[in-house]
Every structure is written in C-alpha cells, then in structure tokens.
C-alpha cells in the first residue's frame, strides 16, 4: 500500500517562499510608487496635452487616491480570505493595465488608468506586509515593514529623478508609461510563481462571498485601529500631496529653481524614507518601544517641512528636503502598531484598514488642495507666498497627528509584561 502524496509545502521551505514572494512583492511596490510620482514631473505635459487647468492636474492626478483608499479594503479582505498567490498578481497586472492606458494620450484614458491605477496598487504594500507577515518572525516585523516602505519610496523618488530626464530625452511621457505597464506584467508573473499557495487556516464557512469582509468589525469596532489610521493619514500628506504633486511646482514657481534641479531636490524627500523607514523601524523594534520613535520622527518631519516651506534658506537646499522625508519614516510605526492592537488572523484586513483611512484622507485633500492653490492664487500665477499660506494646513496636520500619537497603546515588546514562572514549592503551597 502507497503512502499518500503529500502536497504541504514543509514548514522552512513555505516561510523561505514567503520570504521570496515578499522580495519580487517589492518590485511591484516599487513600481507602483513610481507610478504614483511620475506625474508630479510631468505637470507641463499634461497640461497642454489635455487642456487642463491647476485644479483639472491636481483632480487627475488625485483620482488614483479614491480608488487606491477604497480597493484597500477589498485588498485586506481578499489577502486573509484567499491568500496570497492569485491576489497579489491580480493587482499588478490591474495596475499594469491602468499605466498602458494612461499612456495612451486620451484624456478618458487617462482618467481610467490613474483609477485603475490606485485600484491594482492598493494591492502592493498590504500585500508585501501580508507575505512578511509570513515569512518573518514578530521580532523582526516593524524592521521588515519599514524596509518595504523604503523600497517603495525608492520608488517614489525613482519616479521624479529618473522619469525627468527620461522623458525629456529618451522616450515621450506616453511611452514611459506603456513600458511600465509592460515591465509590471512580467512582475506578476514572477510573483505568481514564487508565492506560496495557501494561507492561514480558516474555519469552513458557507456564507456569501461577503463574508471575506467580517475581519473588518474586528479591525474597524478598535478605537485603535482610527488612531492609527489618521496618525499615518496626517503624516502622509507633505510626502503624498505636498512632495509628489506639488513638489516641484513649488521650487519651479514658488522659489525660481530651474526643471532639473527642482526635481533632484523633490527628490530628496522620497529619498529620505528610504532611510528612515527602515532606521525608525529598526529603533522601534531594538528599544522594543513604538510611540518615542513615532513622535519623535513626527516632530523632526514638522521642523524640516516648516523650514522647507517659511525658512528655505535657512539650511543647505537638498537638506531639509532629505530631513523632511527621513522624519516622515515614522508615519509607517502605526502600520506596525494596528497589527499588534488587533488579532493576528486579521493581519490583511489590519492593514487594508489603515491604507483605506491614510488615502481616504489623500483622496480628499488632494483636489481641495490644488482648489485652494487656486483661490489663493486668484486663478492667477502661483508664487511663493500663495504655497506658504496653503502649506499651514498640512502644518497643522502634522501637529494634529503629534497629539493623536500621544492617546496609541504602546505595544513594543518593552511594555509587555515579562511572566516569570512560579516556584514550585510556592506553587504546592
């Protein structure tokens, strides 16, 4: 008699598979951060090709965030009901099919890509955490969680650094974005292949297909889980709206800097989260404490971007830009700490909820925004002063999310209390 086939994937080699499909996941973090940047240098071209105005870019540009914030959820629900192994492939090649349209040069299509856009990358960071989730053991989650937020950033700065100067040389606008959606097609094939199948042990259920969305009361009935949200929601707009849209608009017209240099020194912001993700993340996990390190780097970024946008010559040019960003590090703790305050079998929809809450908020103020650019400017020229008033909201963001930090439970390894085992001779007696 036969013994039966064994179709498990053994334990070491199944957290191995984890580890890889989480490494090529970041490929596709990576391009669809740059996906996300690229239009910010490329405002002029969109401008004349689609006859819009401030308000029309800013509109277009922001349409990635609506979908992005709601796909969120669908992203977190799908990832603890079905795994990882056809999700995250699913969103790459959305993504992908969102780039080749934007590329296209219709104004439709466009409006369609950057939708579909935002729908597939809401797959790429719950993804990768997902995986890493996974493959890494806790002691080293907020370590591998702030590595792949400093991938994507690279990414982010890849979009505004090399894009620059590739389409005004190398290839049009439009035909960067067919290449990278071509480039993400054989992203997902990659991942496909590398992702192990399965995931965490479910009880049979026979309900609809919306019972996928049940973890969501867990995640979403935790105060937590809001404090979280807008925490990382309040730190993510100087880097989402203020560096990636108007980033070089702001050095071109507010500060007279010429193309190249404005993108190289937009560029230093991204640049900056690709260290201090990571450098914030591993303080976090070596002083096994969450709150210091995410305030801390919250009020480094509120002095950086208050100099950057009041005090411009207060300090070297590329410096405060790179400040900025390596401060703004600490708005990926709380995706750390949403995943310690709530269940370990809700690590997908954890954080489809707090991607959901932090684009909900990019997706909001990203054309209300560009509205009151516009109004300051009186539908005229902007100038540094119209981006100097705007600015003191996102000021007071940053401010905010400081004081909503304060009211998170600490959940570093620090603050847990240490069982120590009962003697035994007390114990009989």
């Not at 199944?14 to 990576?30: D, E, I, K, M, S």
């Not at 801390?296 to 946008?309: E, I, K, P, Q």
């Not at 999310?401 to 240490?418: D, H, S, Y």
Request: with cysteine; aromatic share 12%.
């Amino acid at each position: 008699m036969s013994a039966p086939a064994i179709t498990a994937i053994p334990a070491p080699s199944r957290q191995t598979g984890f580890v890889l499909a989480w490494g090529f996941c970041l490929l596709f973090y990576f391009g669809q951060y740059a996906l996300r940047s690229a239009p910010g240098v490329m405002v002029p071209e969109l401008t004349t090709t689609f006859g819009l105005t401030t308000l029309g870019v800013s509109s277009l540009i922001g349409l990635y965030y609506y979908t992005y914030s709601a796909f969120a959820i669908v992203a977190g629900a799908s990832l603890d009901h079905f795994g990882a192994k056809y999700v995250i492939p699913t969103g790459i090649l959305i993504t992908a099919l969102g780039a080749v349209l934007f590329g296209l040069g219709s104004e439709s299509g466009a409006e369609a890509g950057r939708l579909l856009q935002g729908a597939g990358a809401a797959f790429a960071f719950t993804g990768a955490v997902y995986l890493a989730s996974h493959g890494f053991s806790a002691a080293y989650l907020a370590t591998a969680v702030g590595f792949t937020q400093c991938f994507g950033m690279l990414g982010g700065s890849a979009g505004q650094f090399a894009v620059g100067p590739m389409i005004h040389g190398l290839i049009s606008w439009q035909q960067f974005w067919i290449v990278a959606g071509l480039a993400l097609a054989v992203v997902a094939v990659v991942v496909l292949i590398w992702t192990p199948s399965g995931h965490d042990a479910r009880p049979a259920s026979a309900g609809s297909l919306l019972s996928m969305f049940k973890p969501y009361k867990t995640v979403l009935t935790n105060p937590q889980s809001y404090l979280c949200g807008f925490t990382a929601g309040l730190l993510f707009l100087p880097t989402t709206i203020g560096d990636m849209i108007w980033g070089v608009p702001f050095l071109r017209d507010g500060l007279g800097v010429g193309y190249i240099e404005a993108v190289d020194r937009a560029t230093m912001v991204p640049l900056g989260w690709v260290i201090g993700c990571p450098l914030l993340g591993y303080v976090a996990d070596r002083i096994g404490r969450r709150k210091p390190v995410l305030i801390g780097g919250s009020v480094l970024m509120l002095v950086a971007a208050s100099a950057v946008v009041y005090l411009p010559g207060v300090m070297p040019p590329y410096v405060l830009g790179l400040l900025l960003g390596i401060g703004s590090g600490a708005a990926m703790i709380p995706y750390t700490i949403i995943k310690e305050v709530n269940p370990d079998e809700v690590k997908g929809s954890a954080t489809g909820a707090i991607n959901f809450l932090v684009f909900t908020l990019s997706a909001l103020l990203a054309p209300a925004y560009g509205w009151l650019l516009n109004s300051l400017a009186g539908g005229g020229k902007l100038t540094l002063g119209v981006f100097q008033n705007a600015s003191s909201f996102g000021i007071g963001g940053i401010v905010l999310a400081i004081v909503l930090a304060c009211f998170l439970r600490e959940t570093g390894r620090a603050n847990r209390p240490i069982v120590r085992p009962i003697p035994v001779l007390k114990a009989l007696t």
